[in-house]
């Protein structure tokens, strides 16, 4: 089927699209100026021209899980492993308030040394500390209690990917121990408790077809998170998937946009990911829609033992001034950094969209 201009029209106007229409929109790379242009649209109708800025501070990269696709699973014996400890997290917020964010974003394996009381204590002196800023945890799978306890402690955001909302593609990607149901659960848990939630998935990852692309769509529908990120999948030769081709930047900026057209008030995040297979493809993602960007305030030392996929930016000696050049970039693209919280807008009853 061709993808026509009324398709994209008629997503924009109606955020939404019959599965046949979007698995076509999502199969062919044709008129994307349009659709990206479509999506631009949309974000400025919502969000104006600002780009919110999220502090990523990767505090640990020991994890118990084996995921197939990522680099610090836990059978990839040549990762060098590292912990920050409080201090060293703490004064990754410093110099990050002072650089102007007021998000931070504590990312990590699923370390079991990080008890949940560790948790809790580094999370409630980030709080005391930095009262008006968004903590955000994104340190996967736990107990309801778990996130309630971290809940109860400051922590206001919890990012978790869903990766990919296909039973069959799930335990494709994971080792047995890992359930698609599982993973579901803890974001509704994680939306009952009162978090602003983030999900998304990868590109382009093993296996994967337009069908379970429409099935992230539809994941997503159910979900309504606040916010979205999607990046390509990138090989990482000590993984299982070595030999696996890496996703692509046109289908993942495709997808960007698509979600800002289905979802035009989520945060979506212009990810590494997609700086990383392309030199401008974090431009590139918020000119098809991306409104969020996330540098990295991990000391610079620790930067490239997190190494999820090969060939990460911002691990060398450039990266001490991360938020400067992002600066430049996001400018470059025609939008600009704001210093702020940075919530979702809610859509207001008297909205057209
Ligand atoms: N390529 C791209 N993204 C990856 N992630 C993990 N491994 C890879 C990879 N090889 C993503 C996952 C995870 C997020 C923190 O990083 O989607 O949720
Ligand atoms: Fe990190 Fe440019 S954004 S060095």
Do not use: W
Request: hydrophobic residues 35%; aromatic residues 8%; proline residues 4%.
């Amino acid at each position: 089927m061709k993808v026509s201009e009324t398709t994209v029209k008629l997503l924009a106007d109606s955020g939404n699209l019959p599965d046949e229409v979007l698995c076509a929109l999502l199969g062919t790379n044709e008129y994307d100026a349009e659709l990206f242009s479509a999506a631009d649209r949309v974000r400025r109708e919502v969000y104006g021209d600002e780009v919110y800025i999220r502090g990523l501070i990767e505090f640990t990269n020991y994890c118990k899980n084996n995921c197939y696709y990522c680099g610090i699973r836990r059978d990839n014996k040549s990762a060098v492993r590292y912990r920050l400890d409080k201090e060293e997290i703490l004064d990754c917020c410093r110099e990050g308030y002072r650089l102007g964010f007021r998000t931070f974003v504590l990312q990590g394996g699923e370390d079991p040394f990080f008890s949940d009381m560790r948790i809790c204590e580094i999370v409630s002196a980030i709080r005391e500390e930095f009262p008006d800023c968004a903590i955000t945890l994104s340190i996967g799978e736990k107990t309801k209690e778990s996130y309630l306890a971290f809940f109860n402690a400051g922590a206001n955001r919890y990012l978790l990917r869903h990766e990919t909302a296909e039973a069959g593609h799930y335990s494709r990607l994971h080792p047995k121990d890992m359930s698609l149901e599982k993973r579901k659960r803890c974001l509704f848990d994680l939306k009952e408790i009162g978090y602003q939630v983030g999900s998304g998935f990868m590109v382009g990852s093993p296996g994967q077809t337009i069908e379970n692309l429409l099935a992230d769509l539809r994941f997503l529908q159910e979900l309504q998170p606040d916010m979205i990120g999607i990046g390509p999948y990138i090989t990482h030769a000590q993984t299982p998937f070595a030999k696996c081709e890496s996703g692509s930047l046109e289908l993942t900026l495709r997808m960007v946009s698509v979600l800002r057209l289905m979802f035009p008030y989520a945060l979506i995040p212009s990810t590494t990911a997609l700086g990383t297979i392309h030199p401008k493809g974090r431009e590139l993602g918020l000119k098809a829609g991306a409104n969020v960007v996330m540098p990295n305030l991990s000391p610079v030392r620790v930067r490239k033992l997190y190494e999820l996929y090969e060939n990460k930016i911002c691990t060398g000696e450039e990266a001490a001034q991360c938020r400067g050049c992002l600066e430049r970039r996001v400018e470059s693209a025609g939008y600009h950094i704001v210093t702020a919280v940075g919530n979702v807008k809610k859509p207001h009853s008297a909205d057209k969209i």
